[in-house]
């Protein structure tokens, strides 16, 4: 695990697992993220489940459509999962600090709060 996540975990009162490769953060209106840092990889992962899932396939078509949507998105992306619709971003470890990476939860937040009223 690189120092940037175990510094934002020590702010967020976390303590990972020595091998965990993830970990689930539940956010201050009880909504679980998950970030995902494999050992061999020079990335990691954040995403989230939305609480919108696609009841059609054009409904999911452009929820997938808000990829080519930077101004929107920025360098976050809509994905399918088994759950359903998730909301991440994967950025290389080198790329960020601590500081960043709590600044980009929280931008990932707030983009989670605007796609889901949205789409509601």
Not at 7 to 19: K, L, N, Q, R, T
Not at 91 to 120: D, G, H, I
């Amino acid at each position: 695990m690189n120092n940037t996540i175990v510094e934002a975990f020590a702010y967020w009162g976390i303590v990972p697992e020595s091998e965990a490769e993830m970990q689930v953060i539940i956010d201050r209106h009880h909504r679980r993220w998950v970030i995902e840092y494999p050992r061999n990889s020079e990335v990691f992962t954040l995403y989230c489940k939305l609480n919108r899932q696609p009841c059609s396939e054009s409904e999911a078509r452009e929820w997938l459509g808000l990829n080519f949507q930077r101004s929107i998105m920025s360098c976050a992306w809509a994905g399918l999962n088994h759950d359903g619709l998730v909301l991440g971003v994967t950025l290389p470890n080198s790329s960020v600090n601590a500081s960043q990476l709590l600044s980009l939860f929280e931008n990932m937040f707030l983009l989670r709060a605007t796609l889901e009223m949205k789409f509601s």
